[in-house]
């Protein structure tokens, strides 16, 4: 990798949302009664956003390690349950959704199968027993089948 | 004379068995509901008003414990920060920079107990504060219009360059960053959606609470996963001593007197609330005693500044709400609502009308310190014990409870997802070492930057001559300069003698 | 004008036979943050329920915040739509953004419960401010509209906004004038008011509820309280009515249901509310809160919330605020 590619990559995209922000902004305008209007203080903000970009093409740090095995295998499956997880809350009900997303988890961090299944039963009963039954906040309780 | 004659009153209202075991149960919850990431003193407070009202609890009872919880959550904020770098509250973000590194360095015992002092003085100073001063300061309050709030918000962004040890301008594009993502949503004085793609959910802008768990939690299961430790955490760094040691603390006394008084400051602001009170107290903490470059890597007193400032602020806040009916910050919004549910009507007529409501809850807050430090000096062995638990048991109930604290009050799958994008852009950022401190400071104070600005402009007619009238105005400003000026020229005096210490690296 | 109309709706209401009707799991959606006026009136509302008997259990209250009730009201809409259980708490503010076209949906996708109260329009000035009545402040604002700034607890068109310029314009300012007149946001009453004590803006118009103890200390001085008689919590507070400007700027709480909900648990949940209205306690609880507790409900109230929104959109493209 080139020394300081990385920088320089979240540079440009940082450059680029700063002008895409300037851009947008532009065509909030009112009618009356807000001399400054909502389009000036974002350009204000994409202004020092669109020059630290710059620095950050122009000076870059040296890059980190990116993609580190098998660590990347860990991460994504953790982001494919926390994506999950508010999918099947619903249609699962609270307590088993939750249990088998600390159970992965779990599982992901290094856990062995069975203590996994009892943190995920433990974490996912627990919560809702304070949350639900305690605190009085609803929770989807059983698997709802009308999905 | 007067007041000691009220404060005595309130002290009998307050003594009651009730209410002190209430005082006692409402620290305890406080604490716990503090240390969770996901859920903070504004859901904390909120969920037990129902709870209050089921139990028929008298005005004052009421009043006493969910104050306690309040306070309470104060202290609590600080635990997660120090030991797992993940803030349990908004204002315990800053007790991140110097809090998670003196863990690193075995020094948890002593980051736990000089937060928990801090916290305890900051509290007391603020409370005294109310006590002696609340006409004073409501006085000194309405002098900040629109136009003083822009000043101040100047100064503390100003001045943002330098509370992360990384590169300075890292820091400030993350400001940035944070300030451009703290304009999406409805803009209050015109009613327009703001880069919200028509997407309702985006409406109300970025939760800060939502952003805070992504950022600080999620990233770093991701970051955890990384490093491939697979079982039990390496970053547990053994600890033989439950208790601290002596030394550390009376070295940060300075900073928790330094940092109660700005932190009762911008509490007393309607507005302002604690997160700025911590923010302020911390950068100009770091400003003041930073003569060695230690401030972020375990610095006592970088610990000890902001946990009093936000300690100090949550007391400051009541100052307004208590005599003014004006809420200091979201916390206190969530009080007024429960004094107006118990037909109390807040307002300037408070301390006359509702004598004990008010003389009692501050009798409480004492009572309520003295309950905290005493509860959270001895538990910082158990906090510390914390470490011991493996990160496979300890993460995965994080971010759970993160997800539930968000949903219960939600019921919103948006917020999760919400959550995960910023756990990716958290996770990018920290590899990058770009601070994610800013972005949320951004976050969570552009919006009334950007709020006053507008009133101030809109009074004046579009006159910007509006800004640099008043002398409170023109006093921060120069503070500002003068901030800045010394930053640059601290900065300059460092560059010249060539790599005398080359920057530690950071993740 | 309220009162007389809620006699009729009590005595109709009586005629209606006794629904047997009763929520099994009642719930109460508050369309904003812990601590708002929606908050307020689902948990007020919720309590005295329970405490009065009317529905078994607690109530559930459900913050779902967002975009000035907008995410309630998609939500339920496109999910809750036939939920016997579930009543959602609107005041008119509410009514406003569907009126500016900022809800996903108009006034026909829900069906309109009720309304128990309101909170009343009232407009303040400094204590030692060198207007005294409406017709002071009418005369520098017509003699230079941008002389006085005005401020409230809603942003440019919003309700506390739109009402003061209706009053305006009841009162003879010229409709191209009150574009003019400079208007202020903030996020509250109280702020406000404690902007107003500075001196930092002129003129506040916003809800007399949350703001009453200024009025009670002497910090400010009302210029004018936009109801139909004086209020009795206020009694020294002078009606724009009888300074000759005829606005009432009501800011009423009720409650919506889902549009598809059967016609059992419509008139199951009216006579719940009536009764409630009726009672004791709402009555207390409502004055004490600077609410003045007025009754429209069923066909009555459903017929009010289209005249008020198609009032409100008519105003609002007089002054410009949408096209």
Known sequence: ?147 | ?507 | MFRRLGRVAAVAALILPLAAFSPQNPECIAPANPGGGWDFTCRTVGKLLTDTGLVSGQVQVTNMTGAVGAVAYANVASKRSDDPDLVVATSTVGITQIAQGKYPAGVDAMRWLAMLGADVGVVLVQKDSKFNSLQDLLAALKADPGSVVAAGSSGVGGWDHLRLLMLLEKAGMATDQLKSVKWVEFSGGGDAVTQLMGGHIGVVSTDIGEIGGFIQSGDVKVLGVMSGDRLEAFPDAPTAKEQGVDFEGYNWRGFYMGGKVSDEAYDGWLAIMQKLYESKEWQETAKSKGLTPIWRGGKDFEAFVRQSEENMRKVSKAIGVIK
């Open chain 2, 1 to 507: 004379m007067e007041t000691l004659g009220f404060l005595a009153h309130g002290f009998a209202v307050a003594f009651t068995p009730l209410n002190i075991v209430l005082a006692l149960i409402g620290c305890f919850l406080g604490t716990i509901i503090g240390a969770l990431p996901g859920l903070g003193p504004v859901n904390g407070v909120a969920i037990l008003i129902p709870v209050a009202f089921s139990l028929q609890l008298a005005p004052a009872s009421a009043l006493i414990l969910l104050s306690c919880v309040y306070y309470g959550c104060m202290y609590g904020g600080r635990i997660s920060s120090i030991m797992l770098n993940i803030p349990g509250d908004e204002p315990a973000m800053m007790t991140c920079l110097d809090g998670y590194p003196m863990a690193q360095k075995g020094k948890a015992p002593e980051a736990l107990a000089i937060s928990a002092i801090a916290s305890f003085v900051g509290a007391i100073l603020a409370t005294i504060g109310l006590v002696l001063f609340a006409p004073l300061l409501v006085r000194f309050a309405i002098h900040f219009g629109p136009a003083e709030y822009f000043a101040l918000y100047v100064l503390a962004f100003a001045t943002i360059g330098g509370i992360t040890g990384t590169n300075p301008a890292k820091t400030l594009l993350a400001a940035a960053l944070g300030l451009a993502l703290g304009t999406v949503g409805i803009d209050p004085q015109s009613g327009v959606p703001r880069f919200t793609f028509g997407v309702f959910e985006l409406f109300d802008g970025f939760d800060a609470i939502v952003a805070i768990v992504g950022l600080f939690a999620i990233s770093e299961v991701l970051v955890l996963l990384e490093e491939g430790h697979g079982g039990i955490s390496a970053r547990a760094v053994r600890v033989s001593r439950a208790f601290a040691q002596g030394r550390e603390i009376a070295a940060s006394a300075g900073a928790m007197l330094r940092g109660s008084v700005i932190g009762f400051v911008a509490g007393v602001l309607p507005g302002a609330g604690a997160s700025l009170g911590s923010f302020l107290a911390y950068t100009m903490e770091k400003r003041y005693s930073d003569r060695r470059g230690t401030f972020g890597k375990g610095d006592p007193r970088g610990v000890a500044a902001p946990e009093a400032g936000n300690n100090a602020a949550a007391g400051g806040a009541l100052v307004p709400m208590l005599s003014l009916g004006v809420p200091g910050s979201g916390t206190t919004a969530v009080l007024l609502a429960l004094l107006i549910s118990l037909n109390i009507t807040p307002g300037p007529l408070l301390f006359q009308k509702e004598p004990d409501v008010v003389w009692g809850l501050i009798a409480s807050l004492f009572f309520a310190n003295f309950v905290l430090i005493a509860m959270n000096l001895p538990l910082v062995g158990l906090f510390t014990r914390m470490l011991a638990i493996p990160m496979w048991a300890l993460m995965p109930f994080v971010v759970m409870v993160s997800f539930v604290g968000i949903y219960s009050i939600s019921h919103s799958p948006f917020d999760l997802f919400m959550m995960v994008l910023f756990g990716v852009l958290g996770y990018v950022l920290r590899k990058l070492a770009i601070p994610v401190v800013p972005v949320v400071l951004g976050l969570l104070l552009g919006a009334d930057m950007e709020s006053n600005f507008r009133r101030a402009l809109s009074i004046s007619g579009g006159d910007y001559a509006i800004l640099f009238q008043s002398g409170i105005a023109i006093g921060l400003y120069v503070l500002t300069l003068l901030f800045l000026a010394l930053a640059v020229f601290l900065g300059m005096r460092e560059r010249r003698p060539p790599g005398a210490e080359p920057e530690p690296a950071h993740d």
């Open chain 1, 1 to 147: 990798m080139t020394n300081g590619l990385s920088d320089r990559v979240a540079g440009a995209v940082l450059l680029a949302l700063a002008v895409a922000f300037w851009v947008a902004a532009g065509q909030y305008a009112v009618t009356f009664g807000d001399p400054v209007g909502p389009a000036a203080f974002p350009k204000l903000v994409a202004v020092p956003l669109g020059l630290f970009s710059l620095y950050l093409i122009f000076r870059p740090d040296p890059d980190p390690r990116w993609f580190v095995w098998p660590g990347v295998v860990g991460q994504a499956a953790t982001l494919a349950v926390l994506v999950l997880y508010p999918l099947l809350l619903e249609p699962l009900g609270f307590p088993l959704a939750t249990a088998l997303a600390s159970a992965v988890l779990a599982r992901v961090l290094g856990a062995a199968w069975l203590a996994a299944l009892v943190l995920g039963v433990a974490v996912g009963g627990g919560l809702f027993l304070v949350f639900d039954s305690v605190l009085g906040l609803p929770l989807p309780l059983a698997p709802s089948f009308s999905f």
